[in-house]
């Protein structure tokens, strides 16, 4: 019934900069709480950034500064821009989102920032 689909990865090199989107389809149209995650090869996935239906956000430390993420509740879509891109962000990127305590996940996207 939900499906979300990320699109806007990419290589690119250190300082650069990619912006992520996440389309929601389906029966959900304004989810409570849309976020960012990322997987890094060998590690488990880790919250980079949520954000309400309210406009509120939250970022993990390591990405404050360079990342924003903003959400569109008409377009039923969020975006994530990236700037400022280190190595160590290289990852497979995640949308969720969250209506009534229920997890949704797209499928991914690979960023790959060289050095």
């Known amino acids: 019934q939900v499906q979300l689909v990320e699109s806007g990865g990419g290589l690119v090199q250190a300082g650069g900069a990619l912006r992520l989107s996440c389309a929601a389809s389906?029966?959900?149209?304004?989810?409570?709480?849309m976020a960012w995650y990322r997987q890094a090869p060998g590690k488990q996935r880790e919250l980079v950034v949520s954000i309400t239906s309210g406009g509120n956000t939250n970022y993990a430390d390591s990405v404050k500064g360079r990342f924003t993420i903003t959400r569109d509740n008409t377009k039923n879509t969020m975006y994530l821009q990236m700037n400022s891109l280190k190595p160590e962000d290289t990852a497979v990127y995640y949308c969720?989102?969250?209506?009534?305590?229920?997890?949704?996940w797209g499928q991914g996207t690979q960023v790959t920032v060289s050095s």
């Open positions: 969720n989102a969250i209506l009534r305590g229920i997890n949704y």
């Open positions: 389906g029966t959900i149209f304004s989810p409570n709480l």
